[in-house]
């Protein structure tokens, strides 16, 4: 199986001439002297570094695709023909009362101070690419309106043009900060909430201290890293100047801007753009429960944690850590990953994949359960975009995952909604969009209901990226309750490991989900034999148990 092959992707811009590639390096089989290109080792032959990065940099959102043995993909939905779970007070189980617009997507998470959302997603750190902030109202607006969380990613006050640093270089004020805050809460609900990421510059700058200070927000995240890459976060910059004051802010930036010989090519037009990173974050249990104290003095309510797809001992680390500091939300984020700041082969070829780390992280979750310790609310992503797969994401965590943290997948909404109103203001709606109509109210199929939730004022005002992602939040919401009444839960708390099967053995080795031939199947025997069944089989004692202390 070919799982992936280096030198050429369309996330590059790059592409073999020959239609015939060896597998392993990428190259085309014959490599021609006088070929025009366009390989990745064409182009990096006199652009350098660029490669390295998907591009338009600053302008696509690009995810890795890498195929791997085992992915969701080899998980299938159980369905049920009797019973069900989770129902609402005063429904009973059959045909006119347990419909599907009876299910609840609502989900909360939190040590001790739950956080209420309408549906169990939630969106991805959108921090500082430019993409998240060129496109923030759209995205914080349709988050608030939704009902679902929003983080605000790192080194958002680090990059912000207008920062003003006190004496002892700690943020007095960051109007990209207020700005980001400011339009979520014009538009929240009661439902989700926003909270912002700290990295390893973030906290030197004293970020937890301005946003807790300033604006009263009730949880801060901590983060180890990302699915998409195990470096700290990078942007580009193409202004030499703009470069320089980011390196005097505290950041590594390359090609170092202050040496004269860079800045000579930059001056001749070789140099085009410069990379900001963060740095490595470096952790310790002691130091990793000395922050998170540090941050419950500073006031704040919930602390999360979000971690990336590092091996096991790093995973172990974040349950084990997260379960004895009480962190109130455990987001881990598997490969292959990436919103397009990452570096494109890291992307493809780093890291733990999605279900190989989920798995892992529901059995050692289960493994403190047993021994009564309390295992941390968690959250998966990596890759999802649709209700299938977050329903799978839930039940192959369950008990312990109460939500699927989404990158790009809620990001596109807001940039197509954005865009079908540039392109309506131009008159110049693609036949994709104008088939439905040429007006907003026309087009979006969920303006009305907008509209009453907001009232006739706040919904003219509305970016229609925001609405573009209450939509799609809307099919996934629809979506999953006809999954989960398929499945007879009523309730996002009443799904369970059972309600899946493996379609391959190497699915169920990874999982410990059952092969499709061997789930239920002693229920099937029992049957057989002339046993009655009463309702459905009855999950372990433990998992109980996990339910009724949560």
Not at 135 to 143: R, S, T
Not at 144 to 161: F, H, K, R, Y
Not at 237 to 266: C, F, H, K, M
Not at 334 to 347: C, F
Request: aromatic share 8%; net charge neutral.
């Amino acid at each position: 199986m070919n799982l992936s092959t280096p030198n050429s992707n369309d996330a590059t811009l790059t592409f073999n001439r020959s239609k015939s590639v060896v597998p392993t390096s990428g190259l085309c089989s014959r490599c021609i002297d006088g070929c025009r290109g366009n390989c990745e080792v064409f182009r990096a032959t006199f652009r350098g570094r660029e490669v390295i990065y998907p591009g338009p940099f600053g302008e696509v959102t690009a995810g890795g695709d890498k195929n791997y043995p085992v992915d969701y993909s080899h998980l299938n939905i159980q369905g049920y023909a009797m019973g069900a779970s989770g129902l609402p007070a005063g429904i009973e189980a059959g045909p006119d009362s347990a419909i599907f617009p009876a299910v609840s997507t609502e989900t909360e998470y939190g040590w001790d101070i739950k956080v209420k959302m309408k549906a169990p997603i939630f969106t991805g750190a959108l921090g500082s690419t430019e993409i998240a902030r060129k496109n923030w109202e759209h995205f914080a607006v349709g988050a608030a309106i939704s009902g679902v969380t929003l983080v605000c990613g790192e080194n958002v006050c680090g990059i912000d043009p207008g920062l003003q640093l006190g004496r002892d270089n700690k943020i007095q004020k960051s109007p990209e900060m207020d700005r980001r805050i400011d339009i979520y809460r014009r538009y929240h609900t009661g439902y989700g909430e926003l909270l912002v990421q700290m990295n390893v510059e973030d906290t030197r700058l004293g970020v937890a201290e301005y946003v807790i200070d300033k604006h009263g927000l009730e949880t801060i995240e901590l983060k180890w890293g990302q699915g998409a890459k195990c470096i700290g976060g990078e942007i580009k910059v193409n202004s030499i100047e703009r470069a320089i004051e980011l390196q005097r802010r505290g950041y590594i930036v390359t090609p170092d801007p202050s040496d004269p010989v860079i800045q000579a090519a930059y001056k001749d037009g070789a140099i085009k753009e410069f990379e900001r990173h963060s740095r490595l974050g470096f952790v310790s249990e002691d130091g990793f429960m000395a922050e998170v104290e540090r941050l419950r003095k500073l006031g704040f309510k919930r602390i999360t944690l979000k971690t990336g797809a590092y091996g096991l001992r790093e995973l172990a680390m974040a349950i084990k850590w997260g379960s004895m500091a009480k962190i109130d939300l455990l987001t881990i984020d598997g490969a292959p990953g990436g919103t397009g700041m990452s570096p494109w082969r890291m992307m493809e070829e780093w890291g733990v994949p999605s279900i190989y780390l989920h798995s892992a992280a529901q059995e050692f979750c289960m493994k403190l359960a047993e021994r009564g310790e309390r295992a941390p609310d968690i959250a998966f992503a990596g890759g999802f975009s649709s209700e299938d797969g977050v329903f799978k994401a839930l039940a192959l965590g369950a008990p312990f995952v109460k939500a699927v943290c989404m990158g790009r997948a809620l990001m596109i909404p807001g940039m197509v909604g954005k865009n079908i109103a540039d392109w309506m203001s131009k008159n110049d709606l693609p036949k994709t969009v104008s088939q439905y109509g040429s007006s907003v109210e026309e087009i979006f199929i969920n303006y009305e209901a907008v509209k009453s939730q907001l009232g006739n004022g706040s919904a003219a005002e509305l970016p229609l990226g925001a609405l573009g992602i209450y939509s799609y939040a809307d099919k996934l919401k629809v979506g999953l309750q006809q999954i989960m009444a398929g499945a007879r839960r009523f309730n996002i708390g009443t799904i369970s490991r059972s309600d899946l099967m493996s379609l391959t053995d190497e699915c169920t080795r990874v999982t410990k989900i059952p092969y499709v031939m061997d789930a239920y199947r002693a229920e099937a025997e029992a049957i057989l034999n002339g046993y009655g069944l009463n309702g459905r089989s009855e999950e372990k004692p433990v998992i109980a148990s996990i339910a009724r202390a949560r």
